[in-house]
């Protein structure tokens, strides 16, 4: 057998490509999901939760690693910043927030669509965000402007299951 036969044996489509990816994300949801619930199954038995009205509430940020967490990255943002006397002159300062790699986003939206239909049919909301615990602060994807330095943030899902 040739180069060319090989080539030809190993050929896809653009839909077949995009089905493997498609599964394989669904595969990847599917395992992430899996852990989601036991963390919250957890948290349930712990007695981490929170009351509102006369049903629980639980909140997880489940931080999301290797793979699946390049699927965000940092984007440089240039900035204007005044300086000098009577801030008449000014300068352009790099700052950062993290957007979805462009390279990655087929994969990120085929992956958040999976998860949060999982959730739905357990009736959870899950909402991808860079999350900090330290200041307990979280954004939205793509995020604002952060600063100079992104340090300490994680690329989250955050599920919320009311129960």
């Not at 090989?6 to 599917?30: F, G, P, Q």
């Not at 931080?63 to 390049?70: G, N, Q, S, T, V």
């Not at 965000?129 to 994680?154: A, D």
């Amino acid at each position: 057998m040739g180069f060319r036969d090989e080539l030809l044996n190993n050929s896809k489509s653009a839909i077949e490509v995009d089905e493997e990816l498609r599964k394989r994300m669904d595969t990847e949801a599917y395992l992430q999901y899996c852990n989601i619930k036991e963390y919250m199954l957890s948290k349930a038995k712990q007695g981490e939760f929170s009351v509102v009205g006369d049903k629980k509430r639980i909140i997880l940020y489940h931080e999301l690693h290797y793979d699946l967490a390049r699927l965000v990255k940092e984007d440089d943002v240039p900035i204007q910043q005044p300086t000098g006397f009577l801030n008449l002159k000014t300068r352009t300062i790099m700052k950062k927030r993290i957007i979805v790699d462009e390279s990655r986003k087929r994969e990120y939206e085929l992956f958040v669509d999976s998860i949060r239909q999982l959730g739905m049919k357990d009736g959870m909301e899950i909402i991808p965000v860079i999350y900090s615990q330290k200041e307990n602060i979280e954004y939205s994807i793509p995020t604002p402007v952060i600063g100079i330095y992104i340090t300490g943030y994680k690329f989250c899902l955050k599920c919320v299951m009311v129960y």
